[in-house]
């Protein structure tokens, strides 16, 4: 979706207000700009989201640049000792920023808990700050010379975010940035903010010093504006794959450090061996979760050879068990999508898939819930889908499963290897060497092998390949704090009036 600047004004159902979050306290905006914040789950418009202006950004990168000061000369053990408390205090809130997520972005509250878990591993990770910031160092490179290498912040960092994980994709860069002695400005989904703010106040609570972590909220204006700005030295992306392009590209035009991670098509190859009922649970559980609305769920099958018929009747069987309903049902299982307009997208694919030649084995769009007043779409299984269709072309983010037959495992591959994004697959066999083999072919930058959504542990790092990433770096993990501060290398002498000389040749260790 493009995002307008011009003045919009508040919806009048709600008087509920989303603010900034500048200098450690909330900011009221005066831009006079706004966004409607909905509640998925019943249509209705809950508050509306300040959209900041250039001055009110300005101002907040400005506090940030001062604030980024002293944290820089904070000691190490007290930015480690503020992760360790934020840790703490994330893990005693887990519930109530659960609920926070549910009621804006829509999923149940068991999987807002899940994205939790995995953001506070990342907080778990930066906890060990002093460890990872830790150079090298080499004695007697000459005489009486020492070399050593050091790791500095960057001084105000940004990131900007996507909807779909409004604390755990957050956590993935805040936590790095700020414990390698960053100040970090973040510009969160304008569809879920208020995760962000949650983030925010526990920080403060930790320890962390006002105007460490900013949260602006904003549309292109605010993004534009960051990515403009001769203050930030870098930016960290998350979300679809041409406002990625987008911003690599400006970002990097203005010099700044830019890794931008984008959309996904994540297939699971499914060999002839595998076993099909566990393989029909892992693809349901990654395709429908979160409502199909994460960047590794699962879109589409390619199931080899005859595996595709009795896979096809194992996820025909597991369907109407899926519940789907409102995160306040506490049986709920999928939530509805983020907005109107999207779900309306999900199911033109539906109705393009059909008229394209795909088979609509399960349509969501005649589920009961799809009925109700909030975005609400049943879970939906295309069966005989071809490379050649839209949905299966485009990212669809949606609750829907698409299958794909192929003869063998090297055409198999050959449709993932040519497929644009290369964010996440997986393979499930029982057959070690096949799986090896895809492993080393595969064209993807996370594999799953019968893990269904291999997302790294956070002191790994996380990213794809092909339109899935733009720039150089992964996200989070070793690569994280890489991204986050710049190596200098110090070479050491101390007086020593005996060796000194005059030597106007090229230094040479000897
Ligand atoms: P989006 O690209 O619409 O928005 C992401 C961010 O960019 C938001 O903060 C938004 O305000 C901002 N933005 C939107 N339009 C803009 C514009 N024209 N100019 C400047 N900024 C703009 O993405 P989304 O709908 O929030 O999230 C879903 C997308 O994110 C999916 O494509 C999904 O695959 C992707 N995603 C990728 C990963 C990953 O790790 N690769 C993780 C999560 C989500």
Redesign the pocket.
Known sequence: ???AAEPTTPDTQTSKRIHHWIAGKPHASTSGRSAPVWNPATGEIQANVDLASVEEINYAIASAKIASVGWRATPLARRSEIMFKFRELLDANRQELAQIISLEHGKVPSDALGEIARGLENVEFACGVPHLLKGGFSEQVSRGVDVYSIRQPLGVVAG??????PAM?PLWMIANAVACGNAFVL?????DPSASLFIAELLQRAGLPDGVLTVIH???L???TI?EHPDIAAVS????????K??YETGTKNGKRVQA????KNHMLLLPDADVEMAADAAVSAAYGSAG????AISVVVAVGNVADPMIEALRSRLPKINVGPGTDKDAEMGPL?TRE?RDKVAGYLESGKVQGATLVVDGRDADIAKNKGFFLGVSLMDHVTADMDSYKD?I?GPVLQVVRVDTYEEGLKLINDNQYG?GTAIFTRDGGAARQFQFDVKVGMVGINVPIPVPVSYYS???WKA??FGDTH?YGPEGILFYTRGKVVSSRWPDPSTSKVDLGFPQNR
């Open positions: 979706m493009t995002l900007i975010t996507p909807f779909n994980f994709v510009k969160p989904s304008e569809k904003g549309d292109k605010a993004v534009d990515l992306f998350v979300g679809s794959t041409p406002i990625a987008y911003i991670l984008g959309g996904a609305e994460r960047c590794m983020i999207h990212e983010f964010n996380f990213g794809g899935s990433l996200m």
